[in-house]
């Protein structure tokens, strides 16, 4: 039997969606699949397509797996377009002259940008906004003007008004309509949308009829006139005016088509041809066409079990949506215009706050219809949920959009009240008992769900959702959360802690023994590793240690993505002598390391071969230095202030102070990273409220901060003390320092550990200063102890020739890593991109 | 068939270690668990960095097999045949590996 000709016009998020639906329900033996797409790259992204602007790369955008269309064997042809199709053939011509025939056609043309018929709209300086050719357009534009409008505020328009925001020019929205979004919102929403977007420098001008655009003006390259009368001096314009259904072909063959345009379709998403169907924005189902990702996806679907003989049904779409626009929180339910006859409405509004929510219900008050809410959309999945399923609304409907603090008692739809067909993901169209299921399969994460499932794929509205839905599932389980190390042991990190200080555990094989089960692995290995440096100041690189060390540790120093090294000698307090920085410009030079200050007042060699750590550190030592421990979880720097030695504001010694803390605390094993920050006085110029630890100067002595961090979540230090001695602080220190390494969780920072503190900042408090648990002692012993076996680890590993051998690259060669290659860039160096590299490197990389 | 080739001895590979070699032009990692005369070898490079690091990265148990992570992102690699825990469709190359008289040989 010959296979079935299955042919897609359109590459585009639908057209796509179709093949990989349809690749993951059929038989592909039975297929021959090719598909038509007209731009230059396979299916991207086009819903996050103003991302494009800060990474720039397509790749980043792609819908398409690396490999998919070559593993299941699908034609793809990219760049080609089709230009006719012959029913009675059944076969289709491009651009080029080829001809494809098929057996089922599977129209994905999607839509046009519309731009309205503006004398001078032809101008190099007006662009539409939906490929990624247009956004490089835009780019290369935008970086010659001082200004740009955008034609539309519609959902699309403010998308691309911030995109335009983001590439630095002043940015005008003009709207036909008197409120922006007008499909979505109503007037008092409109309006509260466009006091936010106003608020942050962007010019709206609403009820504008555009007439003309005039090349020339006073102040920018043309001049747009307004049925007004009035005039806007701008660089560019980009049209987000609206899109119109891609159906020339279908009219070019004599297919249906709506009196709005758009392929008309039926229930099986056929046209007027049953051998043709069309999917997404091209198509008219009952003289409607949706703009929207999810409807087309669900059409995809359809069309995908109606060739394969399975029963499924398009009934129409959801057209409820919720976004950021220009930092905007926006979401828009069902008849948000309160259109419905008889329909109520509920509406708060915060001026102060700028949040708006209104909530269309039934005549009887039973039924949420629609909803509209800006600034705030914490409640609208929930809202949702209630038109999605017809779920009864409370008896006080009110209460949904109330704050708290506003006497409205906060009544969440619990995820229980969904009904099991629920309508989770609309992107996806997955339903909460899907969802449900994958949990009992044992997918237990979010990640897990995602994968087996697709739901929070699309948009990713419905993370929250689904997380809630996950937990109950979880629950009804009886699945107990755990806070087990990993399967080797079923122990905290604060339990083994203490088993190993208790019992007097030496090693990993030991504790395993006795206490664990298996061999290990990547999780256990390394935290026992640093239990076992905190308690007993063992050298990590020991025969019985060495294995357990992690990427960093193992050699002393932080891999970078190439696998070559930093090298980061301790600068305590930020302080250097010009000797000392002689000598790491001389080693910087001799082994022609890439040279940066880093973000902990030190500097920072990066690009070392591994095989070349043991010279560079050696010549480091011998010129004073020693490890900076940056590749450790532990004290990384203090970092300080000049302080009153130097600064005419400066009321202590703060980088006194700091180079005795450094120094006091360096190499000790932690949790996690730990910094410390010391200011001179008020004016905190060393940062050390978001630290681990901060101390800052004041006329009697030292305020002491903790817990505070810098990085993917900054958090302010909590005041812990204030006023305190040097003595009194470094006793408080030690002791806070010893509890946080004694409980903390693996891999946890002092933030999130204090956070997780039953009682916080209080309770500690109490530990600290008033002994609340009666371990002050022990704390202060363990410390002093861990401060007594403190070396160097550079300066031991450099005396250990075993420990030497492990440093070359390859055991049986003196060979350095070929891989390892490196670029100029502004007068050092830089790993070469792969495509930099030989081409022999290239080819045995395919091979592999 | 390839031969073996004869690498280093035993004890210059610290228990639960690797080490890399170059063998034929290949980088070859070369894993010791434990205290064991036992080995095991695939290649050194890891396919989602592009870079020749997986002999440095922490030998782990799971699924009853042991497998080792890369030292860069953590992805884990099948000892025995280089397959991946974390993606089906990524392999590294597995090589035969044997101790003969205390001393680490390898087949391509």
Redesign the interface.
């Given at each position: 039997m010959s296979k079935q000709k299955l042919v897609i016009i359109g590459n585009g998020m639908v057209g796509h969606r179709f093949i990989e639906d349809f690749v993951e329900k059929a038989d592909l033996e039975q297929f021959e699949i090719t598909a038509f797409c007209e731009e230059p790259r396979v299916a991207y992204d086009r819903v996050h397509l103003s991302s494009y602007f800060s990474h720039h790369t397509a790749d980043e955008l792609s819908l398409v797996k690396e490999g998919f269309y070559e593993k299941h064997n699908i034609e793809v042809l990219i760049g080609e377009r089709a230009l006719t199709i012959n029913r009675q053939e059944k076969v289709i011509h491009s651009q080029t002259g080829r001809a494809v025939y098929y057996d089922k056609l599977i129209m994905a043309t999607g839509s046009y940008p519309w731009v309205p018929s503006i004398k001078g709209n032809e101008s190099k300086d007006c662009f539409v906004y939906r490929t990624i050719e247009d956004l490089n357009a835009i780019e290369a534009t935008a970086r010659r003007s001082k200004n740009g409008v955008v034609v539309g505020g519609g959902l699309l328009g403010l998308e691309a008004a911030g995109a335009l925001k983001a590439l630095g020019v002043e940015t005008h929205v003009i709207e036909f309509a008197p409120v922006l979004m007008a499909e979505q919102l109503d007037q008092q929403g409109g309006q509260m949308l466009r006091n936010k977007i106003e608020s942050i420098g962007v010019n709206v001008h609403t009820g504008k009829n555009t007439q003309e655009i005039v090349v020339g003006g006073e102040t920018a390259r043309n001049t747009m006139k307004f049925a007004d009368g009035t005039e806007l001096e701008v660089d560019f314009i980009v049209f987000s005016t609206g899109i119109r259904p891609q159906d020339k072909l279908a009219k070019q063959c004599g297919l249906a088509t709506g009196r709005r345009g758009g392929i008309t379709i039926d229930n099986n998403c056929k046209t007027s041809d049953p051998d043709i169907y069309a999917i997404g924005e091209c198509a008219s189902w009952n003289e409607k066409f949706f703009g929207l990702v999810a409807p087309g996806y669900n059409m995809a679907k359809v069309t995908a079990d109606d060739i394969l003989g399975r029963d499924n049904e398009f009934t129409g779409a959801d057209m409820s949506a919720k976004l950021k626009l220009l930092g905007v929180d926006v979401g828009s339910i069902g008849d948000a215009n309160g259109r419905t006859p008889n329909c109520k409405s509920y509406v708060y509004l915060d001026e102060n706050q700028s949040v708006y929510k209104r909530i269309i219900v039934s005549e009887d008050g039973k039924h949420l219809l629609g909803a509209v809410l800006v600034g705030d959309t914490e409640s609208y999945s929930d809202l949702l949920q209630y038109t999605l399923n017809d779920i009864e609304l409370p008896k006080h409907p009110d209460s949904l959009i109330l704050p708290s603090h506003a006497g409205g008692e906060k009544v969440g739809l619990g995820v229980d009240a969904l009904p099991e067909a629920a309508v989770v993901c609309s992107c996806f169209d997955v339903k909460k008992s899907d969802i449900a299921d994958a949990v009992a399969e044992g997918h237990c994460t979010i990640g897990a769900i995602k994968a087996e499932t697709g739901a929070g794929t699309g948009c990713g509205g419905c993370i929250p959702l689904i997380t809630q839905v996950l937990n109950s599932e979880l629950a009804k389980q009886g699945v107990e959360v755990k806070n087990h190390l990993c399967e080797h042991f079923e122990y905290s990190r604060q339990e083994l802690f203490h088993l190993i200080r208790i019992e007097g555990i030496k090693t990993f094989k030991d504790l395993l023994a006795k206490y664990g089960q298996g061999y290990g692995c990547e999780v256990c290995k390394p935290t026992v590793g640093s239990i076992l440096a905190s308690c007993w100041g063992e050298y990590i690189l020991s025969p019985e240690n060495n294995g357990l060390q992690d990427t960093n540790d193992i050699f002393l120093g932080n891999m970078q993505k190439d696998g070559t090294y930093s090298v980061i000698p301790r600068m305590p307090g930020g302080e250097v002598t010009p000797k000392g920085l002689l000598a790491v410009a001389n080693v910087a030079e001799q082994y022609e390391l890439y040279t940066k200050v880093t973000g902990a007042q030190r500097i920072g060699l990066f690009g070392a071969h591994k095989g070349d750590l043991p010279d560079i550190w050696k010549q480091l030592i011998d010129a004073g230095f020693e490890t900076g421990h940056a590749y450790g979880k532990s004290l990384r720097m203090v970092k300080t202030c000049v302080g009153s030695t130097w600064c005419r504001f400066g009321v202590q010694d703060s980088v006194g102070f700091g180079v005795e803390l450094e120094n006091r605390y360096k190499g000790l094993r932690t949790p996690h990273k730990i910094k410390f920050g010391v200011s001179g006085c008020t004016r905190e110029c060393a940062e050390a409220q978001g630290k681990d630890v901060g101390i800052i100067a004041t006329d009697k002595g030292w305020n002491l901060y903790v817990c505070g961090n810098g990085g993917m979540k900054p958090k302010h230090g909590e005041l812990l003390a204030v006023d305190l001695d040097n003595e009194t602080l470094v006793k408080y220190l030690d002791r806070f320092m010893m509890f946080y390494v004694r409980t903390a969780d693996k891999l946890t920072r002092t933030s999130v550990w204090l956070q997780n503190l039953e009682g916080g900042i209080e309770y500690l408090q109490e530990v600290i200063i008033n002994n609340k648990l009666g371990i002050n002692d022990q704390l202060e012993k363990e410390m002093a102890d861990a401060i007594d076996s403190y070396e160097c680890e550079w300066t031991k590993t450099l005396s250990d020739d075993k420990q030497l051998a492990r440093f070359a690259h390859f055991i049986n060669s003196d060979e350095q890593d070929d891989n390892v290659v490196f670029t100029p860039e502004r007068g050092q160096k830089r790993p070469a991109f792969i495509d930099e590299k030989a081409p022999t490197y290239k080819i045995s990389l395919e091979e592999a | 068939m390839s031969k073996w080739i004869k690498?280093?001895s035993l004890e210059?590979?610290?228990?639960?270690?690797g080490?890399?070699?170059?063998?034929d032009g290949k980088?070859v990692a070369?894993f010791r668990?434990?205290e064991e005369s036992k080995v095991y070898a695939i290649?050194n490079?890891d396919?989602f960095?592009?870079?020749?690091?997986l002999s440095?990265?922490?030998?782990?148990?799971?699924q009853?097999q042991?497998w080792v992570?890369s030292?860069?992102k953590?992805q884990?690699f099948n000892l025995l045949d280089g397959s991946c825990l974390e993606n089906s469709?990524v392999s590294?190359?597995a090589y035969k590996a044997r101790i003969t008289d205390g001393q680490v040989e390898i087949r391509l």
């Open positions: - | 690498v280093c210059t590979i610290f228990p639960s270690t080490v890399c070699a170059l063998i980088q070369i668990p434990s290649n490079m396919p960095a592009r870079s020749n690091v440095r990265g922490v030998i782990c148990e799971h009853e042991l992570a030292p860069l953590k884990r469709e590294v190359e």
